[in-house]
């Protein structure tokens, strides 16, 4: 995809590869499963100007949380932590949305080890990541501005 950077993984190596072959151009929705991890992740993005709708990765546990942007809004940081949770390392357990609007999250509950993702500049279009039960593993895919 042309112009696009992947960055990431933050988390651990378990779980399956879960990503897309798209070309987004706007994050649109976030939806967020969480509870002492985070639980799945899905979210929308636009692309040729129709919608489409990604995963959930990862399971059905958890408290279900949406996250509508509004037009104009983008992520300008993540932050979040790993570690282990019932058995399995590096799990993704907590994750928080910053935006040019407002704050999302923080979602599950903080791990051992932090990690922040600052966007200086561009926008996140869409994410990929590994997920299993859990969502193991997540990064962003970067529209430079």
């Keep these: ?14 779980g399956t590869l ?9 994050l649109t929705k976030i939806v967020i499963r969480s ?19 990604v995963g959930p990765w990862g399971g059905s546990g958890g408290t279900s949380t949406t996250i509508e942007f509004q037009p104009g ?4 940081a993540i932050d979040g932590s790993m ?16 935006t040019n609007v407002r704050n999302y999250g923080p979602f599950g509950i903080a791990g051992e080890t932090p990690f922040s993702i600052p966007i ?12 299993a039960t859990y969502v193991n593993a997540i990064g962003i895919y970067l529209l430079p501005s």
């Excluded at 570690?83 to 799990?91: A, E």
């Excluded at 200086?120 to 997920?131: D, E, H, K, L, M």
Aim: net charge negative; hydrophobic share 35%.
């Design 18 to 26: 879960c990503d897309i072959d798209g070309h987004p151009i706007r």
């Design 73 to 76: 809004e983008f992520l300008t």
């Design 120 to 131: 200086q500049s561009g926008r996140v279009v869409a994410f990929y990541g590994r997920s």
């Design 83 to 98: 570690g282990d949770f019932h058995g399995i390392s590096d799990l993704v357990k907590s994750l928080s949305f910053s």
């Design 35 to 53: 509870g002492h991890v985070i639980d799945s992740l899905a979210y929308e993005y636009v692309q040729d100007g129709k919608t489409f709708s």
């Design 1 to 14: 995809m042309a112009g696009r950077i992947k960055l990431g993984l933050w988390g651990g190596n378990g």
